[in-house]
């Protein structure tokens, strides 16, 4: 995945109006699916439970579906993204610890791998607001920057793809 320059103004709007409209539709959509059930099958105990659950569970499913089918859409262009960034950076985050001792021990693949992690958690962390760890980060990226100039090493990753961890 490559990483992009997002608008976080329109981002954060959009992603907003999706969570509000997912909302809306869970809590619609399972109430008018259990009643429906439950005026069809009534329970002369008055429990509904198992009703209740059948109609969040067919919910949730039925957004799932939706968002999954609308994810190319150029109104979910942001949302999409940032959901493409957080899987690629949850990738190497599982392997986070085996990357960080290669590149200790200056393995280039890992250097480039950590580069395109720190851009890409900066960009996610600006993007939601979360900067209260961004100092860290910074420290992170210096140490990394510092060893690929010993090296002479250049790192450029722009983009990532999950084949890179493939020797972690």
């Known amino acids: 995945m490559k990483l992009e320059q997002i608008d976080k103004a329109r981002y954060r709007k959009h992603l907003n109006r999706v969570i509000i409209a997912s909302v809306v539709g869970l809590t619609a959509g399972s109430l008018g699916i259990a009643q429906l059930l439950i005026a069809l099958f009534p329970d002369a105990s008055g429990s ?33 993204y940032v959901w493409r960034l957080k899987h690629s950076l949850n990738l190497i985050t599982r392997k986070l610890k085996k990357i960080r001792e290669a590149a200790e021990q200056n393995d280039i693949n890992a250097m480039q791998v950590l580069h395109y992690y720190y851009q890409g958690c900066r960009q996610l962390w600006q993007l939601d607001d979360n900067t209260i760890t961004i100092d860290e980060l910074t420290v992170w990226q210096a140490k990394l920057d510092t060893r690929a100039s010993d090296l002479n090493l250049k790192l450029d990753k722009q983009s990532f793809n999950p084949d890179d961890l493939s020797g972690f």
């Open 48 to 80: 509904h439970f198992h009703w209740n659950l059948t109609g969040v569970i067919t919910t949730c499913i039925l957004i799932a579906i939706i968002l999954n089918k609308t994810k190319h859409h150029p109104y979910l262009t942001e949302v999409y």
